[in-house]
């Protein structure tokens, strides 16, 4: 599967392409980001400080106008005052509007990306791959059903598809208990991790379709490979072929794919939170939406931040996917499915 | 097979795929939890009246008999009435249709005239800064959330420069051709048209001008190192030629076919699109149906949608065959 060939492939290209060491770097940042999450935020993410909302982040501090309501002479009344913002040392990306800490949201919000993009494509792989390669190698019926139903899926945009179903199924989420914090190692953190197990589904459901069509098409070209032939006239059944002999040689491609699966799905999942289709607050497209309603009123960063999160996320996950893609086989497809 | 006979025979494959992207649909309503009842109901009904709004949304009836009456009455144009607007399903979708395909069709321009010249720019000055730079646009682009360029243009153009209009749709294109008939001020209202459309076209169409950049750029790279751009240099050519007339030329088609695997893409990133600037399209009806279980609506939006896809693949895949006659044979 993974022959030495195929390492100096990678090494080759990753020493020539200054992108593909830049793409690395960044997944290999937000993954430990991801992993290590309660020891790099330096606040509870959830943890709201009233009257520290609305900070800036540093190097921004800012005088503006706030009116409050005041006692002036046994009267309520409205008072406008300039009052100076000053960005707050504690809280690098600033506070939302609820004085939660920028930084520490930035940083959770990883971990959602992360695990559902990656749970989201090994669900769409483990549906995909198989139906793939069985309607590729057998044909014929099975292939054209296949084939249709691709189509019909194929009709529905991914994001409305995904809107729809968890809109009428309901935001389900599951509690996962986070073990740096249930072994007592960042005591102030939230106990568990919200996984929005519903999102997870539906966007494996909505995806697999590119890994059926991925693996399909190398089945029919591996079927009419001498070695395959040779252990069909050996009298080998049809499913060891396929998993001795058609699987392995059709990882490459699905492997490429996969990476560009896990961006276009963190983007998906950035967009369902964002429409409020997820069943976790601490996301960054659920952060780009509470943001939007300060855009007008001054507190750009609120909905700025995040955005750069993905972006980077996004970036960082493309570019390996085309160092992969470079290496391995220069003539695949990268493009597919995304948000 | 002849062009005639292909293009009849995706057509009929066209329309298998519209029946599953209807049956589909159909079904939704039965893997989903809860009785739509419940969405037209008063939380306090009684049985009996639950029975009778059962009764006149036809949803007593066997499954066999809702879904052949469905589908009957979906092929006399009828996608029956909204629970929760009272209108025609109909008339409502094919009143918001109009604006997505204003919004999607204004995207596509600006990715398209941006991206084809900075593809071949970039292939044909390759690793010179002009193609860095084409390379890093184009990977920012495919990997930006939509929504959340379309809250920065927002930021930057309507709120810090307050150049355009950041809600709805003001006027739409039919209204600035048909001021220069009625001898209306054109000027004004395209200028108005424009301060609505540009933000929503630019957050929409950045994915893809950054898609077909790239595609573009290997394609032309591809196409520039085969042996016919050799033999036409080799036969004095002027480069231009080359470039435009056959290496382009090549190039587009397959751009084309994957444009047209990608409009469900373009579809979805309307619907969010028109979520940020309150756009009043196909999606945000979408959005709106769902939340409230209007089932109607949603299941005639879904169709819809599912159906223009259909179309423009079939129609993209005529034009393929048009263009090179060896997808026929196959």
């Known amino acids: 599967m993974v022959s030495s060939r195929v390492i100096r492939n990678l090494k080759k290209e990753f020493k020539n392409s200054g992108l593909a060491k830049l793409g690395l770097a960044l997944v290999v940042v937000i993954l430990l980001t991801a992993v290590f999450a309660p020891f790099i935020a330096p606040h509870n993410p959830t943890d709201q400080q009233l009257n520290q909302s609305e900070l800036p982040p540093i190097g921004f501090s800012e005088t503006a106008e706030r009116t409050s309501s005041q006692m002036?002479?046994?009267?309520?009344?409205?008072?406008?005052?300039?009052?100076?913002?000053?960005?707050?040392?504690?809280?690098?990306?600033?506070?939302?509007?609820?004085?939660?800490?920028?930084?520490?949201?930035?940083?959770?919000?990883?971990?959602?990306?992360?695990?559902?993009?990656?749970?989201?494509?090994?669900?769409?792989?483990?549906?995909?791959v198989p139906v793939g390669l069985l309607a590729g190698y057998h044909r014929g019926r099975v292939d054209d059903a296949l084939m249709r139903i691709a189509d019909i899926s194929l009709a529905f945009p991914?994001?409305?598809?995904?809107?729809?179903?968890?809109?009428?199924?309901?935001?389900?989420?599951?509690?996962?208990?986070?073990?740096?914090?249930?072994?007592?190692?960042?005591?102030e953190m939230p106990e568990s991790f919200v996984l929005p197990i519903t999102v997870v589904i539906v966007v494996g459901l909505v995806n697999w379709v590119w890994f059926a069509r991925v693996a399909r098409g190398e089945a029919l070209s591996l079927r009419g490979q001498e070695y395959v032939k040779a252990s069909r006239a050996l009298g080998a059944d049809d499913n060891t072929i396929i998993l001795r002999h058609v699987l392995p040689n059709a990882v490459t491609p699905i492997i490429v794919l996969g990476t560009v699966q896990v961006a276009a799905i963190i983007l998906l999942e950035s967009s369902l939170s964002?429409?409020?289709?997820?069943?976790?607050?601490?996301?960054?497209?659920f952060d780009i939406a509470q943001g939007r309603d300060y855009v007008s009123s001054g507190q750009w960063w609120i909905a700025s931040i995040p955005g750069l999160a993905i972006m980077l996320s996004v970036i960082g996950i493309n570019l390996l996917g085309d160092w992969l893609r470079d290496a391995l086989d220069p003539g695949i497809e990268g493009e597919g499915g995304a948000a | 097979m002849s062009f005639g006979r292909f293009a009849l025979k995706r057509s009929l494959q066209g329309i298998g795929v519209v029946w599953g992207v209807v049956t589909v649909v159909f079904a939704l309503r039965f893997v989903t939890?809860?009785?739509?009842?419940?969405?037209?109901?008063?939380?306090?009904?009684?049985?009996?009246?639950?029975?009778?709004?059962?009764?006149?949304?036809?949803?007593?009836?066997?499954?066999?008999?809702?879904?052949?009456?469905?589908?009957?009455?979906?092929?006399?144009?009828?996608?029956?009435?909204?629970?929760?607007?009272?209108?025609?399903?109909?008339?409502?979708?094919?009143?918001?249709?109009?604006?997505?395909?204003?919004?999607?069709?204004?995207?596509?321009?600006?990715?398209?005239?941006?991206?084809?010249?900075?593809?071949?720019?970039?292939?044909?000055?390759?690793?010179?800064?002009?193609?860095?730079?084409?390379?890093?646009?184009?990977?920012?682009?495919?990997?930006?959330?939509?929504?959340?360029?379309?809250?920065?243009?927002?930021?930057?153009?309507?709120?810090?420069?307050?150049?355009?209009?950041?809600?709805?749709?003001?006027?739409?294109?039919?209204?600035?051709?048909?001021?220069?008939?009625?001898?209306?001020?054109?000027?004004?209202?395209?200028?108005t048209w424009l301060a609505y459309i540009t933000l929503p076209a630019i957050a929409l169409g950045t994915y893809f001008m950054a898609l077909i950049t790239r595609l573009t750029r290997s394609g032309m790279l591809d196409e520039l190192s085969k042996g016919y751009v050799q033999a036409a240099r080799a036969k004095g050519l002027p480069r231009t030629l080359i470039r435009y007339?056959?290496?382009?030329?090549?190039?587009?088609?397959?751009?084309?076919?994957?444009?047209?695997?990608?409009?469900?893409?373009?579809?979805?990133?309307?619907?969010?699109?028109?979520?940020?600037?309150?756009?009043?399209?196909?999606?945000?009806?979408?959005?709106?149906?769902?939340?409230?279980?209007?089932?109607?609506?949603?299941?005639?939006?879904?169709?819809?949608?599912?159906?223009?896809?259909?179309?423009?693949?079939?129609?993209?895949?005529?034009?393929?065959?048009?263009?090179?006659?060896?997808?026929?044979?196959?």
């Open chain 1, 72 to 128: 002036v002479d046994g009267e309520i009344q409205t008072v406008t005052e300039e009052v100076e913002i000053t960005a707050d040392p504690d809280h690098v990306f600033g506070t939302d509007g609820l004085g939660r800490d920028m930084f520490s949201r930035v940083v959770y919000g990883a971990r959602t990306s992360l695990i559902v993009g990656v749970l989201g494509t090994l669900l769409a792989a483990s549906i995909g």
């Open chain 1, 158 to 187: 991914s994001l409305v598809l995904a809107v729809a179903l968890i809109g009428l199924w309901g935001r389900a989420a599951v509690n996962v208990p986070d073990p740096f914090v249930v072994a007592g190692l960042a005591p």
């Open chain 1, 274 to 285: 964002f429409l409020g289709f997820s069943g976790t607050t601490l996301s960054w497209g």
């Open chain 2, 33 to 191: 939890p809860g009785s739509p009842i419940n969405a037209v109901a008063p939380l306090d009904a009684t049985q009996e009246t639950r029975q009778a709004i059962a009764a006149e949304l036809g949803l007593n009836q066997p499954l066999y008999v809702q879904y052949g009456q469905y589908v009957f009455e979906l092929l006399q144009g009828d996608m029956g009435r909204s629970y929760i607007r009272g209108q025609e399903v109909t008339t409502l979708v094919f009143e918001r249709l109009p604006a997505t395909i204003e919004l999607a069709l204004a995207a596509s321009v600006v990715a398209i005239v941006l991206a084809i010249p900075l593809g071949v720019i970039s292939a044909t000055r390759r690793n010179e800064p002009v193609d860095y730079g084409a390379t890093l646009v184009s990977l920012g682009g495919i990997s930006t959330p939509n929504f959340w360029l379309g809250i920065m243009l927002i930021l930057i153009f309507a709120v810090e420069f307050n150049i355009f209009n950041t809600s709805g749709r003001g006027v739409d294109v039919g209204d600035v051709a048909m001021s220069v008939i009625n001898a209306e001020p054109f000027v004004g209202t395209l200028l």
């Open chain 2, 245 to 330: 007339k056959h290496a382009l030329r090549n190039t587009l088609i397959p751009v084309i076919t994957v444009l047209g695997l990608q409009l469900g893409t373009l579809i979805g990133g309307a619907v969010i699109t028109e979520a940020v600037f309150s756009w009043p399209g196909l999606g945000t009806l979408v959005i709106e149906s769902i939340n409230q279980r209007d089932w109607p609506a949603l299941q005639g939006s879904l169709i819809v949608i599912g159906t223009s896809f259909v179309l423009v693949n079939i129609l993209v895949d005529v034009v393929y065959a048009y263009l090179d006659p060896e997808v026929v044979t196959d």
